[in-house]
């Protein structure tokens, strides 16, 4: 396998971020440049959307060199998302995904129709998407098949770091070849350019102008084009700002290192977090030398194509994995339990997000070094900051930076005048957001680039990992507040409120195997919740077979025993134990629906352990002791007839299959 090996975010991308697919020449066309031509949508629709109600896409077509608007073209994929409201607003929202090489289309389409996503009933105003030059929907697509390739042929191979950057290099270096032959200009897919599009995309679409939303590299693009351009922005929204003016890549191991520090004092903060791992960073850090000494082998399913991998893992990719997942709010609560997991050899949850990471198709490697060779490759190792960076990151850090210049060497692109390094000065009403869990592009980021701005409002979420809208329904409801009136501080009383990850823990979480079996759809580990079923409907014939004795007597003119008040007690428990049970099978499924929704990774774990939860949980079997005592009664006082009491004990059975159930998945703790 090429291991995941932490060098920083970036080098994790060069490794395993690839895709497949098709791409296309530049060619000369008849076509006026920076022209919008209607199309059927380039992509697979989300699932409820219909084109033509909700989105309408189509081809930008500009120059592949703005300076040149008589050379080669390139098309550049659109969507527009549609506004819901009666009165929607002209001036749409503009969104940039980062990367640079990630695509909006594919990121932004997801995500807006996403169940329980209430993003675009907030915004009163369409929604522009638009893949930018060389990423998976644009013509051409920077893609570069080679690393995929690589990725399939070495994926269960332990390699020495050597060997991996070796095989690396040499597939960016074919890469490049084969779209030198296909005489693409990579030196023309830059920011600069890239602002330009944007800009072009506004006029061609009829904006007079456009609210610009940006989240990583976006929000460095987003800068280029308030330096650029400002003329056609109404506000901007930077969301996991990268300043213009600092080199991400030299500071990566600090934020990496800053990201940890924030993580482990959290986690010492939360009494329940310091109860179950009390030695966090020291259990990281056992991890991480004894699988760099022994790599684990972790089954992982390419969901695409359904080949299953034993994928290699050793301490350096646990480590960069982790760096991963804190990219997502809703994995941050787990990173603490991941840890731990890793040192029982436990590594079924990351075996579950390693594919998301390994098997990215949508990624434009070629992009990406397009634009950072021609931007951020003015460094030499020694200018990243390593002093006081926890020895397992910095470890790596010179290397990575090393790697990032060969590869720039192999990529030779023209570099950017040094004016693009410098900090934005404007006065566009400008919403900044950052997250404290954010491990490439911390909150001190946000405060660099707010410096220059004279419009600026700044926030930090204290839950959020990397970008904050659409993960955090606050940031959700401080965005469509700034967009209503971009020119007054925007509400954001919703922040008072938000707290700190409610990390997964004994005291948060009721552990059990049956919500990791639900999340994975594994049929053997979901036997005792079926089991469970089986008993809970056994016991609800109750409410079957009771009406229908009742019916029968009531057509034949037979008349039932006044029953005793023990009698009708009994059969009250035995209802009141079936509508527990579903009430449990309900709150059971509503949450994991809910957790789903909210990319939670609580759902590989157990339930929350709210007070809902528990009192479904302890309830049955305290109606199940009642209902067993009940059972006895009837046999010794003759309650109903025999059948009667046959049956009553027939469902005291069920009710007991009900409870040892529940110890079966493990929940009565």
Known sequence: MIIIRQRSAMLLVIILTLMASFIASPVQSATPTGTFQPDDCMFKLPSGAVEGRDLECGWLQVPERHERPDGPVIRLAVAIIKSRAADRKPDPLVMLQGGPGGSTIDTYTRILFAPGNRLRDRLDRDIVLFDQRGTLYSEPSLVCEEQWELVERTIEQRLTYEEADRLSLEAVTACRRRLERERIDVSAFNSVENAADVAALARALGYEQINLYGVSYGTLLAQHVMRDHPGILRSVV?????????NYLTETPRSQDRVYTELFGACAADAG?????????????????????????????????????NAVLDGDSFASVLFQIMYSSGFIPAVPRIIDDATRNDFRVLGQVLPLIVFDRTFSLGMHYSVICAEDADFTPEDAPLEGVRPFIALDARRSLEGYLERCAVWQVEPLEPFVDEPVVSDVPTLVLSGRFDPITPPAFGDVVARTLSRAYVYTFPDTGHAAVGSSACADTILASFLDNPSQQPDASCLAESTGPRFISPATVIFTPVAFALATLDASGLMPFGAFLAALLTLLSAWLIWPLGWVFRLITGGEAPRPSAGATLARWLIVLAGVTGVAFVATVLVTFVQMALANDATLFYGWPRSLTMLATIWTLPALTVAVIACAALSWARGWWSIAGRVYYTFLTLAAIGCTATLAWMGVLV
């Open 238 to 246: 930077l969301d996991a700002v990268v300043p213009a003016s600092v």
């Open 273 to 309: 977090c310091r109860s179950a791992y009390p030695n966090l960073e020291q259990s990281l850090v056992t991890v991480i030398e004894r699988l760099n000494r022994e790599p684990a082998r972790v089954p992982i399913t390419d969901n695409e194509t359904g080949k299953t991998y």
